[in-house]
């Protein structure tokens, strides 16, 4: 059985295609360093890809309902028959007011998630991370006033995502000097959602609100099943 050593302190710096050992540090610890970004070899690979606003999109009665006429803010679907795993990585989303009049705030983001669906005909393609253009992928994602068209079974609220909002309140008149600021998170998911075939995961509010609009983005890895 082969035992695997490594090197305690720095070594010289090898050639390109030479065998190096691996750094320990005086506790017999691995010493790592993060030579590329942290999606590159995914990236690289040419597994990873995302989907976006292209223009800013108003939330509305539809993107909190959990049914074929739903909205989502953010969203995948995976078709049926489908030979890989769409693994999330990340979502981001940047939330503001669009109505200083008056109006309600968005509520909570919440994820809610569908399975078994073979007839959603909707969406759109996704941006490869590495070629930048929309090719590649049999998913879709869904960014805006785009229904679920053919979903199958409503979706179901999974849990809420890590992403602020303004409020759930109402609001009057506002002067001014006292604007609303834009709410920006990013949620790192990691691999935590993994949509099957015929999966659907969307991002929701929970208060029907016509005075808030959102721009944002959602990536994934397609690991074969």
Known sequence: ????????????????????????????DVIGSDLHGRYYETNYRGAAYFGGHAAVAALSANTITLTATT??????????????????????????????????????????????NASVSTGLNPYNAKTLLQSGSNAKYFAGATALTGL????????????????????????????????????????????????VLALLNTTSSTTFSAVGRIAWEEVPV
């Open 152 to 199: 199958t079974n409503n979706l179901v609220i999974i849990g809420g995502a890590a992403l602020p909002s303004p409020s759930g309140l109402t609001y009057t008149t506002l002067a001014s000097t006292a604007l609303l600021p834009s709410y920006v998170g990013r949620e790192d998911l990691d691999g935590l959602f993994i949509v099957p075939p015929g999966g």
């Open 71 to 116: 909205t989502p803010i953010l969203g995948v679907y995976n078709p049926a028959g489908n030979t890989n795993n769409l693994v999330i990585l990340q979502a981001s989303l940047n939330c503001f007011s669009s109505n200083l009049t008056s109006g309600a705030g968005p509520g909570a983001f919440v994820w809610a998630a569908s399975l078994n």
């Open 1 to 28: 059985m082969a035992i695997a050593q490594s090197i305690v302190g720095p070594i010289a710096a090898a050639g390109n295609g030479a065998i190096a050992s691996s750094r320990a540090g005086q506790l017999g």
